[in-house]
């Protein structure tokens, strides 16, 4: 018998803007209404199955507060709103934000919503707004207010609750009492969520643990300096090493928990699976008896020979005297089911699953003291499912529950049976995600971010040791300000990894937090809160063009030289709110001669579906602002050709011949077309787009830069 843990991780940041007391993003609701309630309300379905959740504070904070009707959400404010008083900026904000979400399986399956999103547009450039405004009548802004957050409810919502059954039925033409009635289900169906996992805990099917209160990365809090253990030559902040502040926010998530569900929690997912050996004193002081990161966290930790057989079983891990279990997720297991199985048929991706736990049962002894664990965000994968996940889970579900020869777990029961018998004598530093910390430090933004709340913490520390008689409810709120920026999401969105719709909310709420610090103290806002953390500015590719090129454009590597004195810029895998190893692009080079720029794409085809709908735009942004758009993947048989056209201008795109796509892609377009002088600077990015819709973007954020060359540039890089 071959034991199955399944472990859905379930977090939010801190929304509330402490300045105003406004949530100014509704994630906390959104997800409540799908992933929370399906995940847990579809196991009174199956009760042969057991999981185990772990659920944050911060979230758990701010689902408490919506209970408890202490919460001004500006989303469900503007969608309350009668859509005949709407004002102008309210409709702007109406077609700006609500259409997020995953367009494919959100959007597009309803006619009513994606015909607003067609009469809208795609992608809005700011001067068009006003004009946009008047083409949407007070009907149309209702029927946008209620599929927005009827498309939001996930299955359960739409099997439990009658208004939104009949919401989907109806498709358009919704009146305000239509409108009140779904927002009125979504209050209703949150404040079901924590009493449902409390119910199914008491009952003993699923297994409650909890992450540190506000999801910091506890390794960078406990000195931020270990960072370099993983990433030895990575450019760093001042040190920033405060682990009685580690201690707090796992102290004060056992505490919370307890007060919600009723009793401690025996396990924790640190922060994005990020560990390290000066952790474990402060989980076991708190209580925490076991612990769950990344297998590659396991395989830099062992040492000597193994093999994959070593993921599957627990571990005992020590360090100055405390000791605490820990299992290793599956890596590649967990990321089929939050990224592959979404794009493939139900019955299918469950069948798949379970041939590979099958194939792992087979390699292992035949005793049943091996487990699996497959760890994985809880609420963001159903979005891309086309049914919200209800299918896939269904069937694997039911096919778990018969299965004579797997059986789900709860991880705590397990290893009370089951307690690990090997010793690991070492536990590397480093999280999920390529076993280090790059994702949320180490670029410039995120290292000003950190020294942001550096810089914010001193100055509390030293305002209340030079003022002993300040009251303490005012320093408690001032702390509390200073945990929740120490989150691990406000990093995230940081530097040049991921993107997002709402990156300069998340800039924003993160320097609020630091600014309300000062307010509390009655001291003013420094000015380094007071700017935007994350602007746009150029990135710096991994080697910078040193000379004039002349390739061959035949969509082949000709020969080693050709582009060896271009620049060169190295992709990033990933973009989003979670964490995928695949891209559509290795790397960019990019060069030029006197008369033609040139880039060479090196684009990643594997794996990859519809390439025939797939195109790549170079966007030129300046000295001129133009656009080169040419297929992925050209249907066969047909010449190459690239279209280029002026953003803005009315004149028919521009059709080049100069292109060649086989292997890899290369292309020239003429200085004198894209309205480039010597010495001008040059600024662009690559996106990958389907139709007007940006799938992704190189680089995430900000733009690779170049000099125009004129007639003595070889002297002076020569010289140079």
């Given at each position: ?115 607003l999103l067609a009469k809208r547009g795609y992608k809005v450039p700011e001067y068009r707004w006003d004009d946009i405004l008047g083409y ?479 195109q790549f735009v170079v966007h030129l942004l300046a000295p001129a602002e133009f656009q080169i758009r040419f297929p992925v993947h050209p249907p066969e048989g047909e010449t190459g050709v690239f279209y280029l056209s002026r953003v ?73």
């Open positions: 018998m071959l034991n199955l843990a399944f472990f859905w991780h379930m977090h939010q940041p801190y929304y509330r803007d402490p300045a105003t007391e406004e949530y100014t993003l509704p994630w906390v609701r959104l997800h409540a209404v799908k992933g929370y309630y399906d995940m847990i309300s579809i196991l009174a379905d199956y009760p042969a199955i057991e999981q185990n959740f772990n659920l944050v504070p911060s979230l758990l904070l701010q689902l408490r507060e919506y209970e408890g009707g202490r919460v001004k959400d500006v989303f469900f404010a503007h969608s309350r709103k009668n859509a005949e008083d709407l004002s102008l900026d309210e409709k702007k904000f109406l077609l700006a934000n609500f259409f997020m979400g995953n367009w494919e399986t959100m959007v597009k399956p309803y006619p009513g919503y994606f015909a949407f009548t007070a009907q149309d802004y209702r029927d946008l207010q209620v599929w927005f957050n009827l498309t939001w409810c996930g299955h359960r919502a739409r099997e439990k609750k009658a208004v939104v059954r009949e919401l989907l039925q109806k498709g358009r033409m919704f009146s305000e009492e239509d409108k009140n009635a779904l927002l009125d289900a979504h209050l209703e169906i949150i404040r079901e969520v924590i009493p449902l996992y409390r119910e199914r805990s008491r009952k003993g099917q699923i297994e409650l643990t909890a992450s540190p209160f506000y999801h910091p990365i506890l390794p960078l809090l406990i000195n931020s300096e270990h960072a370099r253990r993983a990433m030895p030559n990575v450019s760093l902040p001042p040190a920033f090493s405060h682990p009685e502040d580690a201690a707090v926010q796992i102290r004060r998530a056992v505490r919370f928990f307890e007060e919600t569900f009723g009793g401690k929690p025996s396990g924790m997912w640190p922060s994005e699976g990020s560990v390290s050996p000066e952790l474990i004193p402060l989980v076991r002081k708190a209580g925490i008896a076991w612990m769950a990161s990344d297998e590659g966290v396991l395989f830099r930790s062992l040492s000597g020979g193994f093999g994959r057989r070593n993921l599957y079983q627990p571990y005992r891990v020590s360090f100055q005297e405390a000791e605490v279990s820990m299992l290793f997720r599956d890596h590649n297991l967990s990321d089929l089911v939050g990224f592959t199985y979404a794009k493939n048929p139900a019955a299918a991706a469950a069948g798949d699953l379970l041939a590979h736990l099958e194939n792992i049962r087979k390699s292992l002894p035949d005793d049943d003291r091996h487990i699996v664990l497959i760890a994985l965000d809880g609420e963001n994968p159903w979005e891309a499912y086309p049914d919200g996940g209800k299918e896939f889970l269904s069937r694997l579900y039911e096919r778990l529950s018969l299965h004579p020869s797997l059986r789900t777990v709860r991880v705590a029961e397990f290893l009370n049976r089951f307690p690990p018998r090997d010793i690991l004598t070492h536990l590397h530093t480093g999280s999920w995600i390529d076993q280090n910390f790059h994702i949320w430090i180490g670029s410039p933004e995120e290292n000003h971010a950190w020294g942001c709340l550096g810089r914010t913490r001193d100055f509390l520390e030293k305002a209340v040791a030079e003022n002993p008689a300040l009251p303490p409810e005012m320093t408690e709120a001032a702390w509390e300000e200073i945990y929740a920026a120490e989150g691990s999401d406000w990093f995230w969105w940081f530097g040049d990894d991921f993107t997002s719709d709402n990156d300069e909310e998340f800039d924003r709420l993160f320097r609020s937090h630091l600014s309300q610090v000062h307010r509390l103290l009655g001291a003013p806002v420094p000015e380094y809160l007071a700017r935007p953390i994350a602007l746009p500015h150029e990135v710096k590719p991994a080697i910078e063009p040193i000379g004039l090129i002349e390739p061959t454009l035949d969509g082949r590597v000709t020969h080693f030289y050709e582009w060896r004195e271009a620049g060169y810029f190295a992709a990033m895998p990933a973009r989003g709110s979670m964490h995928q190893d695949e891209s559509f692009l290795q790397g960019l080079y990019y060069g030029f001669n006197l008369e033609n720029l040139y880039f060479r794409i090196d684009p990643i085809l594997r794996n990859r579906n519809h390439l025939d709908n797939l803005g201008s009315s004149s028919p795109p521009k059709v080049f011949f100069s292109i060649g796509q086989e292997a890899i892609i290369e292309l020239a377009v003429p200085f004198r077309e894209i309205s480039c002088r010597p010495k001008e600077r040059l600024d662009f990015i690559l996106r990958v787009q389907k139709g007007e819709i940006e799938i992704e973007r190189y680089p995430r954020n900000g733009y690779l830069s170049l000099s125009v060359p004129d007639r003595d540039y070889e002297q002076a890089v020569w010289q140079v």
